[in-house]
Every structure is written in C-alpha cells, then in structure tokens.
C-alpha cells in the first residue's frame, strides 16, 4: 500500500473511534447531567422551601410543598442546601443533601439521602419525610426549644450578689389543659385576675400553639389577691415554679440595674438575630447595656412533634439536635447593698422626682445611687440634668481662690444686686447680719448670691468651666461603665447669664452623681473619677459615659427675683487666664473649711448632730421657669469621711430644708 494509503486509512480508524466514543461520551452525559441538574435543582428549591416547581413522585407536588412548609415553619429560618457526588444505577441516581441550619446561636448540620428516578427524559425526586431530616416520620414537624443560658450575676461591694437567681411563679394558661374552644374566656379570666389587658392577653392565647404555656405575669411570691388556688380554679390556668435573675426586692437600684423578662417584639426585631420569641433580656440600665455578656448564649434543642390524632392524646417527642448553653458573664460593681437600700428608703416617702447619690472619695467607687419613687423609673441619679443652684459655689469658690481670695478675703453682699436690667436677690430669711463686707467663708455659709454675682468680672466664664473640671465635674467618667451626665458648665456667656452661672444658673447643669463628685473630690483633695461597674472584661463592652438630656428634665433654669431700685456693682478686678490643673489639696483644705462653715454657723447647722466624723456641707435652691415667685429644686451636697453625698429633689423647695432634713436621716443610719 502506498504512503498515501496507509495516511488514508489511518485517518478512517481515528475518525471511527473519535465518533464512538463521542457517542458513548454523550450518551453519558445526557444521564449524569440530568441527573446532576435535577440534584441541583432540588437542593436549591429546599433552601428556598418551596419545591412546587419541581417534578415528585410518590406524593402530589403541591402536597410535597405543603409538607416542608409545615415541617420547617418551626425553626424560623431557611437551611443552606447543598447536594453531593450523584451515584447512577440505570435509571435511577441517589446523593446527599447536606443541610446547615442556623438556629440561634449554634449551628446544625446534617446530611440525608435523596433518590431520584427517570421518567422519559426527567428526572424525578422520590419524596419522603427523611429528605428533609434523617428519621423523620409522616406528620411529624420540627420545632425549636430555647435551653436558656444561666444569666450572669450582678454583684455588689465585696461580690455581695444584687442580682442573682431567685425563686418565682410563672403564671398563665397552659393549653394543653384547656379545650380550644375553651381557651379564650380562660385567658380574659385569667387576664381579670394578673390585672392584665384582657384582649392583648387573649390574643397571645389564641395566636400560641396548642402545646403552648402562655405566660401572663411572672411573681416572686403569691398574693392575696393572686393565690394558687384561684389560678387553678380557671381551666388551664397553671403557675410554674422558676427562677429568675432578680435584685433583693422589686424596685432595688431598679432604675439604674434595669429589669430581666421576656424581650419585645421591638427587641427581637433589633437584634439581628440573637433573640427569639421567649427569650429573656435585659430592659434598661446595666441590665440592657450589658445584655450580651450577662445573657450568655442560650443552647437550643430541634425537636419533632408528630400530628395529633385523637383529643386528649399526647404526642411524644423526639430530638434531632441539641447545644448546650454557654452562662452569662459575672457584672461587678462597686454599689454598697447596705447604703443603697438605706438611700431608697430615706427617698421613700418623697412625692416628686429624687435622688441620693453617694461616694467613696478615695476610690470614686459609687455606693449607692437611688432614685426615688417620683422619678417613675427614670435614673434621675445618674442621667437628670438640672440647675445645681448654689451647691456650685463650690466651684465659684475653687475660681475665686485661683485668682488669688482666701476664705477669709471680704466680699461684697448687698440685699439685691441687679446686672443689665435684671434683679437678683438672697434666699427668703438671709440673715442681715451676714450683708455688707463679710468674709468669703460667710459668704459661702450662708449661701450669698449676690457676693458671689459680684465676683463675676474677677472669674470669667472659663475659668468657672476650668474649675468645674478640676472638681472632676463637666468632664468624661471613662471607669464609671455606666450611662450617665456628669455635668455641663459652658465656656462663655455674658451678662446675665455670667452672673446666673456664678450661683449655677443659667445654662449650668448638674445630675446628682455630678455633684457627689464635687464634693468627693473636694474631700480627696484631687479629682476624683466615679467608677460603678469594675470587672474589665465587662466594662469593655461600656459605651460613652455622657447620656443625652433626659426628656422629662425641667427646663432650661433661668435666675429672677423682685425689681428693685437699688444695685450694686460688680468688682472691676480683671479676670485672669483659666487654669486647667486638676484640684490641689491646699485648694480643697480651703474649700473644706468653708463646707464645715456651712454647718458651725450657716444654713445646716441641724448635721452637727450627726455622729462620727465631722460634716460639711453646701446646700443649694435652684430657680427655673417662668411662675412668679418660680419654681426651686432641692440640693444639698456633704462629705463625712471617706463618704460624699449628694441629695436632689426636684421641685423641692429651699435645699436646706427640704434635702437637708433627708441628708441627715440618711447620713445618721449610715453612722
């Protein structure tokens, strides 16, 4: 054969073999990549849940749909599928579906088997219930069970616990127990006796499932009124013994801790998942600004329920994954359990917004920071902002002595003083005999605004900021880890608002904890910074220490008073540059003598009666608004040892005789 023959030839074989194999190869293919497609397809349409468009065997493809609806409803969330290596036998192809479900805090994954068969030139998905989840039977449907995490602890001075697990009766409607037609006049029953909203209660018992506890009110101990018998005299109205992460009593530093329950809708939608319906956290105060350390991780269990068939029947369950919770991290703080139930019930009886805020000066721990009853829930101790009123001398005070006074320097107090049309007085009772040319340390005693509005041109507006600051007030709390104010002093104002400052008026704010910090730092001899929450893992989870204006505060304070013909000038003496060093202890000995002044010869002569270590003091009435005569908020603030206290009630009247009386019951208890 010629050359060109054999070259021929051997072009014919190759092409034979070339056109059979492509044959076998898409022969191959057409069945592989089919059934591969169809693998796909499903995987995809069970993480959508909805597998209505493709083709089932063994069940109506609606009904098929229908089914994985009904059985992953419970678990809230949709699965990531994916399908496996796809094994051919004929026409029929089996593969792993490897399921990732994240459900709460853990994650489940598992795998099942899938078959597919061919019909013609589809390839058709045979259905059953163990698709979706290995040994899951006809009727069955999986549902999620919260196993919360124990909450973390809330302690006190020397890890004394404050908030910690203690016993209480979950009450409410079982429906297990209840026929269903029965359901909703149990509810409004039960709802008459919590004193709860009967057609809210009454619709959560109808929305729940029929395996459902519907929970109306949670109670540390039964009542009069609500007793275990009347709750089991309504046909499923059962109460549940529990535990709870509560402080010693109902409304224990309620305002600053916050309070532990079931989270809101609201709170569920804004948590970008970490909470579901049922579970517990924190609502205000440490409680929510800590939530996520002191919740824990909750563990969750995925249970399958099957159908009920009979009335009266009940199903068993069976669980097909669980994860074990994680606890709460431990809060530690510095408040003194003792002191802060003293501090509420010396506030107790008192009708308007109140507060008490004490100190350790040598620490700035915060031992104890109460709000009273008439501050309905508001943290009026660490977030109110008002007018601190003459309680601010202090700061004048601090200024005046960086501009070279002693306490014994003269001062100028005339009845009236009037700056730029505007008249401003001395309280009600001045005595007479403290007008004219006094000593500073009298002045400061018998509490002179129109001695210290005469000051005005010799301290400058920044100075009094400067001051402020040196006195620990005005600034940041970066070890407090809490929410709070801490004051605001502006660094520039002119005429009647300078001299409404110089009596803190005008635009000068102060919450309690601000002025327990003046005052303990004056007792420390150097600034002191408040620190409330001590534990550094939690207190890295803090956020900014300044809070926004607290909604329900008075308004801006404005300073005002009679008209009088007569006025008095102020001192022409230039003010000098403001100085930004903190307090000195020379400065703060100056300042403590004239606090004990307040009390040897000024307006709370009543705390020389208190035992122990000797007591000064600064009272302080703050003027706002526009009622004539206006409207007064109660200060007074005191050291007494290694303790500074700061006493507001709002609206209160004259500080020496409305707070005063409340500083000494509470500083004689503590002793």
Known sequence: MSQMGKLKKHRLVLGLVALVMAGSLTACDDGR????????????????????????????????????????????????????????????????????????????????????????????????????????????????KTVPAQRGQILGAGDAPIVEDRPVFRVGIDKTKVPAEQADASARAMAALLGLDAEEYAKQVAASGPQAFVEGLVLRAYTADITEAKIEAIPGGSSILDSMALAPTRTFARALLGSVGQASAEQIENSNGALRAGDTTGTGGLQQKYDSLLRGKDGVEVRATPEVKSEGETPGTKVFFSSLPSPGTTLKTTLDLKLQQLAEETLAGVGPASAIV????????????????????????????????????????????????????????????????????????????????VALRDAFAHSCNTAFINARDAVSQDQLESAAQALGVAVEAPKLGADAFLGSVPGAAEGTEHAASMIGQGKVLFSPLSAAVMAASVANGAPVSPQLVVNADAAQGSQGSQATQNPSASATPTESGSASPSSAS???????????????????????????????????????????????????????????????????????GDLAVAVFVEEGGLGATVSGPLLKSFLTAVG
């Not at 026409?91 to 795998?111: R, V």
């Not at 307006?603 to 526009?626: I, M």
């Open 33 to 144: 990549a089919g059934a591969e497609g169809a693998a796909k397809q499903l995987a995809s349409s069970l993480a959508a849940l909805d597998v209505g468009q493709i083709a089932v065997e063994g069940k109506d493809a609606a009904a098929a749909n229908d089914q994985l609806k009904a059985v992953f409803e419970g678990l809230d969330a949709k699965p990531a599928v994916e399908s496996g290596d796809v094994k051919l036998d004929g026409d029929t192809a089996t593969f792993p579906l490897k399921y990732s479900w994240n459900i709460g805090s853990a994650k489940w994954e598992y795998s099942s088997e899938a078959t597919l068969k061919k019909s013609g030139d589809k390839w058709a998905v045979q259905w059953t219930p163990a698709l979706l989840a290995p040994e899951l039977s006809e009727g069955e449907t999986l549902s999620v």
């Open 358 to 437: 004490a100190l350790k000066p040598s620490t700035g721990a915060v031992l104890a920071a109460a709000s009273g009853p008439g501050s309905n829930g508001y943290n009026t101790a660490l977030l109110g902002q008002y007018a601190p009123g003459s309680t601010f001398k202090i700061v004048d005070s601090l200024a005046m002595f960086r501009n070279g006074a002693t306490p014994d320097s003269k001062v100028e107090c005339p009845s009236t003083l009037t700056v730029d049309g505007r008249t401003f007085k001395n309280a009600e009772g001045y005595p007479e005999s403290s007008l004219g040319s």
């Open 570 to 640: 102020a001192s022409a003496l230039p003010a000098s540059p403001a100085s930004t060093k903190p307090i000195t202890k020379e400065e703060a000995a100056s300042l403590a003598d004239m606090m004990r002044a307040v009390v040897t010869s000024g307006h709370a002569g009543f705390l020389a009666e208190v035992p122990g270590t000797l007591v000064g003091a600064k009272t302080g009435t703050a003027e706002f608004g526009n009622d004539n005569p206006p409207k007064t908020h109660a200060w007074i603030v005191a050291t007494h």
